[in-house]
């Protein structure tokens, strides 16, 4: 099973994303967003743009 996105409100009522690995352990969040539409339009851009993501270690 490949990883998957949940989209979910938070306490404050916000709406956020995690992205899950296939075993269930969160690898990313998002931010807060005020509508569900602007939430889905962070997901869209972690799609889109992770795939060319440059890494930095500066350790």
């Known amino acids: 099973m490949a ?3 949940e989209l979910y409100k938070d306490k404050a009522g916000k709406f956020r994303f ?9 690898i990313a969040v998002g ?3 005020e509508t569900k539409a ?3 339009n ?7 743009h992770a795939p060319d993501a440059a890494v930095i270690d500066d350790i």
């Open 3 to 5: 990883g998957k996105f």
């Open 18 to 26: 995690r992205l899950k690995a296939s075993n269930g352990q969160i």
């Open 42 to 48: 962070g997901i869209d851009s972690v799609k889109r």
């Open 31 to 33: 931010e807060a967003y």
């Open 38 to 40: 602007s939430a889905r």
